[in-house]
């Protein structure tokens, strides 16, 4: 019988080879067995004076052979070349990175050059430890790239590492990976397999944000949003970067707003924008958020969770528009659903940094 190559499935999809370690209560087990199991003898332990104490009693079975605290938004080349000179003074061969997005982007900046592997411990929802993907600024330039040499060997998740994690940071930071699995079903490389995974991020982190708002203690709660974080960096690993992280990596690095509150701000817009392009997509973001449409759903959760509303609240402007657009046009994704203007990101950066309805700020072009 003959084939119907117009209507068969074809992709090319590639899974990255990482060990994962999951549970409540376990990090300083599991990360002492990692040590044990990859022969490490020089570890350097990257982390921010603000966590240093939880990383000790993290690291408490291992030797360590420096701590480095000199950990900044962001990663700035200068940050980055202080950390690679401690991990030669001291011949590093493992690097240990327990934190947030920018502890694991420094631990990432330092692998590049240097070689060393890297096990990520993370204290947030960035998803950052799940990518090889590494990103640095120089000049207000953020430039990120792709090099297997950064994924870390592993990642030990233990939600009881976030319960210190303020709400509201909890939120965005959730969030940030909610954008993760949404900008993953058009991505460059969106596939059925990494599709898959986003839906279950969105579904999952849908569940779980609202949960640890109601009892920022509820293992539950920390649990699944943990998880669905893990999903969207897998899913984004895989799809690469859409109009959502390119738009959000030029405000980063260029206007140094923070990272996670950019992304949750940012997301409903770009939600907004592409969504009537992509129907297939929109219709399995409204079915994991289980709302009549995506946009819908995304909206009662961001009311639920009290999700940021404003980039004017981080210290955006609406003189840096211009400017953010004339470079944001530099870097817009191939295959975007939507063509993607300059009147369209003008519309769409006034609506964030406002905190305007979505679903009033774009028409058909």
């Known amino acids: 019988m003959p084939q119907d190559n117009k209507t068969s499935l074809v992709f090319d999809h590639v899974t990255l080879g990482q060990r994962v370690l999951f549970g409540f209560g376990r990090a300083r087990s599991n990360l002492a067995d990692e040590v044990a199991r990859l022969k490490a003898r020089r570890i350097m332990v990257i982390v921010s004076e603000r966590e240093r104490s939880l990383a000790e009693e993290v690291a408490a079975e291992v030797d360590v052979a420096v701590w480095h605290t000199d ?36 631990a990432k900046a330092v692998a590049l050059t240097g070689g060393q592997r890297v096990v990520a411990v993370p204290t947030t929802y960035a998803g950052s430890e799940a990518t090889n993907v590494w990103g640095l600024t120089e000049g207000k330039r953020k430039t990120t790239g792709v090099d297997d040499s950064v994924l870390p060997v592993t990642v030990i998740y233990d939600a009881r590492l976030t319960l210190s994690l303020p709400v509201d940071m909890s939120v965005a ?42 009892e920022p203690g509820s293992v539950t709660g920390r649990d699944r949003v943990l998880y669905g974080a893990y999903l969207s960096a897998v899913a984004f ?66 009311e639920r969770i009290s999700a940021p509303q ?22 817009v994704p191939e295959g975007n659903p939507r063509p993607v203007s300059e009147m369209a990101l003008t519309r769409l950066l006034h609506a964030a940094l406002d905190g305007s309805d979505p679903r009033d700020t774009f028409t058909e072009e």
Request: glycine residues 10%; proline residues 5%.
């Open 237 to 302: 690993a895989s799809a690469g970067s859409g109009l959502h992280h390119k738009i959000c990596h030029v405000l980063g690095g260029t206007f140094d707003l923070p990272h996670a509150q950019t992304h949750a701000t940012v997301l409903p817009y770009v939600l907004e924008f592409n969504a009537p392009y992509a129907p297939a997509a929109e219709a399995r973001i409204a079915q994991a958020l289980g709302g009549c449409d995506a946009s819908a759903g995304l909206a009662e959760l961001r």
């Open 71 to 106: 950990v900044a938004m962001h990663v700035p080349v200068e940050t980055a070349e202080a950390a690679r000179a401690v991990a030669r003074e001291v011949e590093a061969d493992l690097l240990v990175c327990i934190g947030g997005g920018s502890t694991t982007g420094l």
């Open 173 to 214: 930071s959730g969030l940030n990976g909610l954008a993760h699995c949404v900008d993953s079903l058009w991505a460059p490389r969106a596939d059925p397999i990494n599709a898959a995974m986003a839906v279950e991020g969105i579904r999952v982190l849908g569940e779980g944000l609202p949960l640890l708002v109601d």
């Open 310 to 331: 404003r980039l004017a609240d981080y210290g955006f402007r609406r003189s840096d528009i211009p400017t953010a657009v004339d470079i944001i046009q530099q870097h």
